[in-house]
């Protein structure tokens, strides 16, 4: 308290009129903090400037980011006072991330973008499965590359087999998707 005394330049006793103790400003700033993660994930998925694959990567790459931020080991905090509230932040954060993807799988089928065999709930939940698994890879010395690398080129795989040739066509000009050299 002493720290964020001094950092904001108020007196301790001004936070302690506001919050009852350290718990109760660390459930408040963690509760902020995923306001303003679940604000960026729904402004992108809201983004009409933006198409179905560039919406899905960009949603994919920050959702993982952020929650694979919130819930690593290392930081400590399940020896913390803190665990409770940061799992629940990354319950709410899951939860918004499923429904972001969904509704953008969802539209994109609408769109003729899926194949027709694909059934788009399902493929909202195959992406959903990619990103906690990955999400939870602790070990990454011995990967060949990095998390979020993987998750992108599981992604780009993925999309290869779903896409209708409508949609393969718009994974030919996604920005994020479309990797050096791997084509549809």
């Known amino acids: 308290m002493e720290i964020l005394a001094d ?3 108020v007196s301790r006793k001004t936070i302690y ?3 009852s103790g350290k718990a109760e400003l660390m459930a408040e ?3 902020t903090g995923m ?3 679940i604000r960026g994930l729904t402004d992108i998925a809201e983004n009409t400037g933006l198409g179905f694959l560039d919406k899905l990567d960009l949603i994919v790459e920050r959702g993982f980011r952020e929650t694979r931020r919130l819930w690593t080991p290392e930081r400590g905090y399940t020896r913390s006072g803190l665990s409770m509230e940061i799992f629940r932040g990354a319950g709410q954060l899951n939860a918004h991330l499923a429904q972001l993807i969904q509704q953008i799988v969802s ?3 609408t769109k003729g973008l899926l194949a027709s065999h694909i059934e788009p709930q399902l493929f909202a939940e195959v992406i959903l499965n990619m990103v906690r698994g990955i999400r939870c890879i602790h070990d990454t010395d011995s990967m060949v590359a ?3 690398e993987l998750l992108k080129e599981s992604l780009r795989i993925c999309l290869v087999g779903a896409l209708s040739p409508l949609g393969a066509e718009t994974l030919a ?3 994020i998707l479309a990797t050096e050299g791997a084509t549809p």
């Open 7 to 9: 950092w904001t330049g």
């Open 17 to 19: 009129n506001h919050f």
């Open 29 to 31: 700033a963690i509760a």
């Open 35 to 37: 306001e303003r993660i």
């Open 107 to 109: 539209e994109a089928s």
């Open 146 to 148: 990095a998390p979020l």
């Open 173 to 175: 000009t996604s920005r």
